[in-house]
């Protein structure tokens, strides 16, 4: 018999915090091991992931609740590419670290062009915020 996910899990838990701190370093190094050109690859994937969330969210706006046959086409297009670009970059990328970038890509940009194109209030308060957005963002790339 085949143990449940929620069973390995719970095993899992009851293992030594040493063993769970190697299996984290062995995970972590196996990911970070890839050749350059991979992690390269899987960052700009990532970032187009981002993009497209930021045409989804505003075709989203656009379809006025699914009213607009167009509009929400053109969301459920993006969403799948969105989903599926973020689930390429999860190959080779930690996916805490991942998801942060993807969403901040896709909130910073969604607001700059909310501001841009759609009329969306422009303040000092909410730039500020978008270069603390997109700060974390570079941050976490840096980082990683």
């Not at 989804?56 to 053109?74: I, R």
């Not at 297009?77 to 599926?84: E, I, K, R, W």
């Not at 973020?86 to 890509?105: D, I, N, P, Q």
Request: aromatic share 8%; no cysteine; glycine share 10%.
């Amino acid at each position: 018999m085949i143990p449940s996910r929620a069973a390995f899990l719970l095993m899992s838990r009851q293992l030594p915090d040493e063993t769970r701190r190697t299996r984290n370093a062995k995970t972590t190094h196996a990911l970070m091991s890839r050749p350059k050109g991979v992690l390269i690859m899987a960052w700009i994937v990532l970032v187009l992931a981002g993009v497209f969330e930021v045409v989804m969210a505003l075709s989203l706006k656009l379809s006025n609740g699914f009213g607009n046959l167009w509009w929400t086409l053109s969301f459920l297009v993006t969403a799948v590419l969105s989903f599926g670009l973020l689930s390429y970059a999860l190959k080779t990328l930690e996916v805490g670290t991942a998801y942060a970038v993807w969403t901040g890509v896709g909130a910073a940009g969604t607001a700059v062009l909310g501001m841009i194109a759609m009329g969306d209030e422009v303040s000092p308060a909410r730039i500020v915020s978008i270069a603390l957005i997109l700060a974390g963002v570079i941050g976490l790339r840096v980082l990683a």
